[in-house]
């Protein structure tokens, strides 16, 4: 079964948990079996995926070549005013918060349809199980929901508890980015002591201490913090955090304390802390500038929680209705295909004497020779061997596919007459070529990454379509693979891979159309160091009750933390902080 039927139901007032009447069973009735699929002719489909395996080896072989080449990207861009861009990074946004796990099964992308009595959004993922759709389809509705009823609310308690929410449902991957963040620390330190070789080691601390004492004192030491230090402060509050996390009675103090420093890292960029990162990333005299770079793709990673959250609230005050009578449309995840290429031994060759005339093949041939040191036959076999080449229709894909099939094809049946799909993560280079070519063209489609995913595919065409519709996708094949053989020829060519290392964005900006209607940042916020500003938000937080009484037991005696407190700590030539 390659396709099922939609999930589609009315919002509950009650937290997913409460509805006893929305039970997966009813909420993703078991689909009635459609009819036969029609298959793409196995020709067909070697010449369509021949040269996605071609083009995707060559990206691994000249990394090899030249292992320095600079992958990364700056996206930073200047935010827009224009409402319907805003509305498109709401939708994206929306998204994110709805990717919640680590890699690809859940990238997501919405679509926002005109309804008969308000809005339907109608959203997909590249390979979520039935289960997960209906959990992420619960948290969808009980997201909106509480979008909808904060008119009135206290302001700052309905922004913490939508930074709860979303923490939450994202902890797994908001874990894997703190648990990578701790680990790029020790790279980041490491490189700044061998270039400073005056520098004071990283703190040392003992959690027997109190963490919000710990971290109030680290606050302190805030009033000068080198870069060196700042890290060593990091460090410290991350271990402070995988303490609470490893402990499951501290979960909800463990979400209060990633919202606080998610918030803190937001503005980060803007702080002398944050330029100092960014010089070291620019600066090319760094033989290794790998750790500052992933340094600063970690903390925008979790910096845009933040930022989706006041989009998301920032939405809710300027398009109200956005959030009333709505519905929640979840579109299953597609069944990945059996391997379309047969293992064998294909060789590079093998490939550019299909793709083109033989009168061009020799340079190419050529090019392919020098590729061998690198391993270039290996890496096409190793890709056409694994046993997870079973290709999916992406996320962005599916959702318009859809739609499609819905006849929803026209500007005034989306909501506004705004045609567009948002999705988690920028659009791979594939599924930029599917909007590219489709006579079914968006307003709006996130821009591409250029990463290239042999796991891809087009949607079924079933036996009751007809003709017209297999023709249809096969010339969508067609003009897809017409751009793929490009890349792979300027990918010979100039021994430069497209595409990143990440396909998520570094930076994120919040629209202008949408920013002016946002509360503002705390005053002075931007002057102050990450560790600063988490040190006095927990400050003002009770951490638990046992921190609390610890704290209300201390004396008026005062905690004294000054650069007395660096001292040697012996071979690791580290330092301890002294409370006193």
Request: with cysteine; net charge positive; hydrophobic share 35%.
């Amino acid at each position: 079964m390659s396709d099922q039927r939609f999930i589609s139901q009315q919002p509950s007032m009650l937290e997913p948990s409460e509805r006893d009447n929305d039970t997966p069973e009813q909420l993703v009735a078991a689909a009635p079996r459609p009819d036969r699929t029609v298959a793409v002719k196995p020709n067909r489909q070697r010449l369509f995926y021949q040269p996605i395996v071609l083009e995707y080896a060559l990206t691994m072989a000249c990394q090899r070549r030249s292992p320095g080449y600079d992958t990364y990207s700056d996206n930073r861009q200047g935010p827009s005013s224009s409402p319907e861009q805003a509305f498109h990074c709401f939708v994206c946004k929306l998204a994110q918060v709805t990717d919640n796990q680590r890699g690809g099964p859940t990238i997501t992308a919405f679509a926002v349809l005109r309804g008969v009595d308000g809005p339907e959004y109608v959203f997909g993922s590249n390979q979520r199980t039935q289960e997960q759709v209906v959990e992420a389809r619960g948290f969808v509705l009980s997201l909106l929901q509480f979008l909808g009823s904060q008119s009135g609310m206290n302001r700052r308690a309905g922004k913490r508890a939508l930074f709860q929410r979303i923490i939450r449902f994202n902890a797994p991957r908001i874990d894997m980015y703190l648990d990578k963040l701790a680990d790029i620390l020790g790279g980041c330190l490491s490189d700044y002591k061998r270039r400073n070789v005056k520098s004071k080691s990283h703190l040392n601390f003992s959690l027997e201490f109190s963490p919000l004492v710990i971290v109030v004192g680290l606050t302190w030491l805030a009033i000068d913090l080198t870069l060196e230090r700042e890290l060593s402060s990091w460090g410290i509050l991350l271990k402070i955090m995988f303490s609470f996390r490893a402990n499951g009675r501290n979960r909800e103090e463990y979400t209060d304390i990633c919202a606080i420093l998610i918030k803190a890292i937001r503005g980060y960029p803007n702080s002398a802390m944050g330029k100092e990162i960014t010089l070291r990333v620019k600066d090319s005299s760094i033989n290794n500038s790998e750790p500052w770079r992933e340094l600063q793709h970690c903390l925008g990673r979790l910096g845009s929680y933040g930022e989706a959250v006041r989009i998301l609230i920032s939405a809710s005050t300027m398009w109200p209705e956005l959030f009333q009578d709505f519905i929640v449309t979840a579109v299953p995840s597609s069944v990945p295909h059996a391997k379309p290429l047969a293992k064998s031994k294909l060789t590079a060759a093998q490939v550019i004497s299909q793709m083109m005339p033989h009168k061009d093949a020799p340079l190419y041939l050529d090019q392919v020779t020098e590729l061998q040191k690198f391993g270039l036959d290996n890496l096409i076999q190793q890709q056409v061997a694994t046993p997870t080449f079973k290709p999916i229709v992406h996320a962005e894909v599916l959702v318009h596919n859809y739609l499609l099939r819905r006849d929803i094809n026209i500007a005034s049946q989306y909501w506004h007459g705004w045609k567009t799909i948002g999705g988690s993560k920028p659009t791979c280079r594939l599924c930029n070529y599917y909007f590219i070519s489709h006579p079914d063209r968006l307003d709006q489609v996130r821009g591409s990454h250029r990463n290239l995913y042999p796991n891809w595919r087009l949607p079924d065409v079933f036996e009751s379509e007809g003709t017209r519709m297999n023709k249809a996708r096969l010339e969508l094949l067609d003009d897809i693979i017409a751009r793929v053989r490009d890349d792979t020829k300027r990918t010979l060519r100039e021994k430069v891979p497209l595409g990143k290392k990440h396909d998520s964005n570094t930076f994120s900006t919040v629209p202008k159309y949408l920013d002016s209607r946002s509360q503002s940042s705390l005053p002075g916020s931007e002057t102050l160091s990450v560790i600063a500003q988490v040190g006095m938000a927990m400050g003002r937080m009770q951490v638990s009750r046992d921190v609390t009484k610890e704290v209300k037991s201390e004396d008026e005696g005062c905690i004294a933390a000054s650069d007395r407190a660096y001292h040697s700590d012996g071979e690791d030539g580290g330092a301890t902080l002294v409370w006193h």
